[in-house]
């Protein structure tokens, strides 16, 4: 079996990557505890050890919020870190995966993303993020860099999880309806990254579930889909000041002619046939050294 290592294995992506790849791929995937990516020597150690085909580095900082306070951490992790996981995947020869985000973008654009369109990060995580894209892209002769948005998997509190727990407690729900995005189950992120390791893949790739909407559509389809009642109100983003500045449109689709990503209400319907937050029950399938 081939070695793979996977960084951020606490996190939503992380897990979901570990359920699917461990019976194809000798998993590593160590935990923050196991693998500070800040700490240089340490990552070079490891890679070195377990010498994986390919590293998926999922791990980041990803309080958008948060960083605005003290840039220094998005930075350390998203940016340096990464910095050191591309050089000691570079030494081995390693293929390296990179996890990157729509937040690379402005949002002025009027239509979706695209590959091929220019990053004008407008917060600081997502300055973080596109300056790891730019070490990975610069260190490593073998490299993928997978953009995707709006994540929900079954493994960890999400948005969809949170929305059914609101109306659940009858909580009075405003959501923003004028920044729209592109829902994404970690699910189907997982299984194009699956698809990526099988073949030469080289560059940018976005990968989101296709379609758009925004928070508001979202939350009105989770409780449809769900069959609950509740009621949601529309709202302005500005009616919900955040410190972090996000992109008005981050839809992301993709130019790369690869095997498209299903529709997000589809996807939406297959999270919901399964159990929304199934916990970690059955994720200690991988192997850390
Ligand atoms: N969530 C989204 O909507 C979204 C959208 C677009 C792109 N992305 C990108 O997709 C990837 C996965 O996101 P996610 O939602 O799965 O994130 P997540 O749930 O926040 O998980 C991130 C993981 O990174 C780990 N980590 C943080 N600092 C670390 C360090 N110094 N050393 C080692 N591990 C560290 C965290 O460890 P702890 O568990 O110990 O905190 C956590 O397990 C990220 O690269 C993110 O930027 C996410």
Request: with cysteine; hydrophobic share 40%.
């Amino acid at each position: 079996m081939k070695r793979i290592v996977i960084t951020g294995a606490k996190g939503q992506l992380g897990v979901e990557l570990i359920h699917l790849l461990h019976r194809e791929y000798h998993v590593f995937a160590p935990t923050r505890e196991e693998l500070d990516i800040t700490q240089k020597r340490l990552v070079e150690q490891y890679i070195e050890d377990v010498k994986p085909y390919a590293i998926i580095h999922s791990a980041a900082f990803t309080k958008v919020d948060e960083a605005e306070i003290d840039p220094s951490m998005p930075i350390l992790v998203n940016a340096v870190g990464t910095r050191f996981i591309a050089t000691a995947a570079e030494r081995i020869g390693a293929r390296m995966l990179y996890i990157s985000t729509d937040y690379v973008f402005d949002g002025a654009q009027q239509s979706p993303y695209a590959e091929e369109d220019i990053p004008s990060p407008i917060n600081v995580y997502g300055l973080s993020k596109l300056a790891g894209e730019k070490f990975v892209a610069s260190i490593c002769s073998k490299y993928s860099i997978i953009r995707t948005s709006w994540l929900y998997g079954r493994y960890k509190d999400n948005f969809v999880a949170n929305v059914v727990e609101m109306v659940r407690q009858d909580k009075k729900i405003r959501m923003i309806d004028d920044v729209i995005g592109s829902p994404t189950s970690t699910k189907d992120v997982a299984a194009f990254i699956k698809y990526l390791l099988r073949i030469d893949s080289h560059g940018i790739y976005h990968a989101s579930n296709a379609g758009s909407c925004s928070r508001y559509e979202f939350a009105l389809s989770i409780i449809k889909m769900k069959g609950i009642k509740g009621t949601i109100t529309p709202c302005k983003s500005e009616d919900f000041p955040v410190l972090a500045r996000r992109p008005k449109n981050s839809v992301l689709i993709s130019r790369r002619g690869m095997p498209p990503m299903q529709h997000w209400k589809s996807a939406l319907q297959d999270y919901m046939n399964g159990d929304i937050n199934e916990g970690l029950k059955d994720q200690m399938f991988y192997e850390s050294i």
